[in-house]
């Protein structure tokens, strides 16, 4: 590491002490929320992304570079035909009802996950996205979609052993930033804060490597009701932590600056 690679990564972790640049969510609950209603899943899933939208307008009052949902997992295919068509219906929308707004927002729109095996119809309107908004310069909205951590890594190391295989590269050159590179965020920094509702306490499959020094909150709340107070109160509870990377706390930091 050299000095001014030291010097970026205290930048980095003083600047993510106190505001998070990169915000992930994991948006848990719409079905149990739908369910204590006597209401069917589907609209705990629409009353979501109402959820969803108040949450993006609340990243840019907020000042946030970049928030990352987790809008649809590769695991999700699984569930029953009607509700994978319900949240693909509702993907929809979302993009067609809100692209316009999220443009005039100078919100960037980036989308990861797997899109090789995606219907032609959700792949171009995923396309339009990015491509409407690439020159964007305001918040970085991360739509995971199709999208699981343990595919993205695997997909990352085929890359690199094709590579190999080719003799493009040596099997030592591989290291941490080499495999980064390769990941569908390759250009997107590390979440600083990744938040899920609904008090469930697990990742899920999402964003893994990108989560090794990530600062988790769990809320007890359902995903629809997740408003900017929410939020706020997350960030609040992060600018608490103290984040270390491996290296020491804040108070045996300075006291080894001062000595
Ligand atoms: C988890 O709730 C949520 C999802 C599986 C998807 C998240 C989707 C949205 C917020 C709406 C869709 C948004 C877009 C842009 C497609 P759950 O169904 O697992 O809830 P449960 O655990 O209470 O059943």
Do not use: C
Not at 19 to 40: E, F, T
Not at 120 to 148: C, H, K, W
Not at 161 to 189: C, F, N, S
Not at 199 to 226: H, K, T
Request: neutral net charge.
């Amino acid at each position: 590491m050299t000095e001014s690679d030291i010097l970026e990564a205290q930048t980095n972790a003083q600047r993510a002490r106190t505001a998070p640049r990169h915000v992930a969510l994991i948006m848990d609950g719409n079905g149990r929320w739908a369910a204590k209603r006597g209401l069917p899943r589907f609209e705990g899933h629409r009353r979501g992304v109402e959820a969803l939208r108040r949450t993006v307008r609340a990243a840019i009052k907020l000042n946030i570079g970049y928030l990352t949902v987790y809008s649809f997992s590769a695991e999700n295919w699984s569930r029953p035909r009607e509700e994978v068509e319900s949240l693909l219906t509702l993907l929809h929308r979302f993009i067609r009802n809100d692209l316009a707004e999220l443009h005039a927002s100078n919100v960037r729109v980036r989308v990861i996950g797997a899109r090789a095996d995606l219907a032609p119809d959700i792949s171009d309107l995923l396309r339009e996205a990015e491509q409407m908004t690439q020159a964007n310069s305001g918040l970085t909205l991360v739509v995971a979609f199709n999208y699981g951590a343990r595919q993205e890594i695997a997909a990352a190391a085929r890359a690199l052993a094709e590579m190999v295989a080719q003799g493009r590269l040596r099997p030592e050159e591989i290291d941490a930033d080499a495999i980064a590179r390769r990941l569908d965020t390759a250009d997107i920094p590390d979440p600083d804060l990744i938040i899920r509702t609904s008090g469930e306490q697990r990742l899920s499959n999402f964003l893994l490597w990108q989560a090794a020094y990530a600062e988790f909150v769990f809320l007890p709340i359902l995903w629809p009701d997740f408003d900017e107070a929410a939020l706020s109160a997350a960030i609040a509870e992060y600018a608490h932590r103290d984040r270390r990377f491996g290296g020491l706390e804040a108070a045996a930091r300075s006291a080894k600056t001062a000595s």
